[in-house]
């Protein structure tokens, strides 16, 4: 049966029902018949143009999604997942990678921290405490690899950068001497930089007063700086201080001398370097005042003066590494 033969059916069922049987009422019959079928086949048209307009519009959004993958398919493929690529750009530059840096992997060094320092013409040191040219290496770094070698020859170290970001670095251990580990986390303490400046001045609320130099012995970052101040005091008769911001704190700080502490608690830093950085005829360089310490942390309560060192320096220092 054809819509048209289904329309009419449907019709003359509608006008038996309303109840035109009789001879008497024919025309009317066939004017509401005529009617009737006029509706069915208007609403016919309006069907088949609706199917039509859905038709059309699966037809246009096909096209429009064959467009953006066709006109996509040099490379910018916004239908298709991204995927994972191993990074082929350089990640830290040989300029960001030179400075003193903190050190921590649990796996190698017992979770002792340890500073290391990248010097521009590729030799290096590392060390857990004040003196910070107790390791000397050489390195290289292409691309993405770090390689070093111990100066007298014992150990070989390969890493790969696989992150950094304002001062903070990740390195992945190929060889560590030997031995593999877990990542190595490093955070760039001079020159300055975002990541070294975020780290926090640890609680002082058990400080006790500076009553002798050794406790002080350790390198100390200035909070919120890339200046460090490494004071070597195992020989409390002759403890010695260097200063530096510049990254070149085991090689070239921009200044050192020795280190004094009296009966009040103050520490003197006695500038042994010339002018213009150091001070001239052994002037006391600069004076911490009040000094109270914890593990952690140093601090002079009541201020401290820069005689003559070119350098300004604050009240709040972070033990960085050990004395």
């Known amino acids: 049966m054809t819509i048209d033969d289904r329309a009419i059916e449907r019709a003359l069922t509608a006008l038996a029902d309303d109840g035109y049987a009789t001879s008497t009422n024919v025309d009317p019959a066939y004017r509401e018949f005529v009617a009737r079928t006029s509706r069915a086949e208007r609403l016919r048209h309006v069907t088949r143009w609706a199917v039509a307009a859905v038709v059309v519009g699966i037809l246009a959004l096909g096209g429009i999604l064959a467009f953006q993958q066709g006109g996509d398919r040099d490379g910018r493929d916004r239908l298709q997942p991204a995927t994972p690529r191993p990074s082929t750009t350089q990640l830290i530059s040989p300029t960001e ?49 770090i390689g070093a070698r111990d100066r007298p020859g014992g150990c070989a170290y390969s890493w790969v950068v696989s992150r950094y970001d304002a001062g903070s670095l990740t390195l992945e251990v190929l060889n560590h001497c030997g031995n593999l580990g877990d990542d190595i986390t490093l955070t760039r303490l001079s020159p300055a930089s975002p990541a070294g400046s975020a780290i926090a001045m640890p609680s002082m609320t058990d400080a006790t007063p500076l009553r002798d130099v050794a406790d002080a012995g350790g390198v100390w970052l200035m909070r919120g700086t890339g200046m460090l101040l490494a004071i070597e005091a195992r020989n409390p008769a002759f403890a010695t201080y260097r200063l530096d911001d510049q990254g070149s704190l085991a090689s070239d700080p921009v200044d050192r001398g020795t280190v004094a502490l009296d009966a009040t608690g103050d520490l003197t830093l006695v500038s042994t370097n010339p002018p213009p950085h150091g001070c001239a005829a052994s002037r006391p360089g600069a004076r911490l005042t009040g000094v109270v ?18 350098a300004d320096l604050t009240t709040s220092w972070i033990r960085v590494a050990a004395r």
């Open 97 to 145: 990678l030179v400075g003193t840096w903190l050190v921590e992997a649990d796996s190698l060094f017992g979770g002792f921290p340890w500073l290391w320092t990248f010097n521009a013409d590729g030799s290096g040191s590392g060390s857990p405490n004040a003196n910070t040219t107790e390791n000397t290496w050489v390195y290289t770094l292409s691309g993405n690899s």
């Open 293 to 310: 310490v914890t593990p952690l942390g140093l601090q002079a309560r009541q201020g401290v003066e820069s005689v003559c060192i070119d």
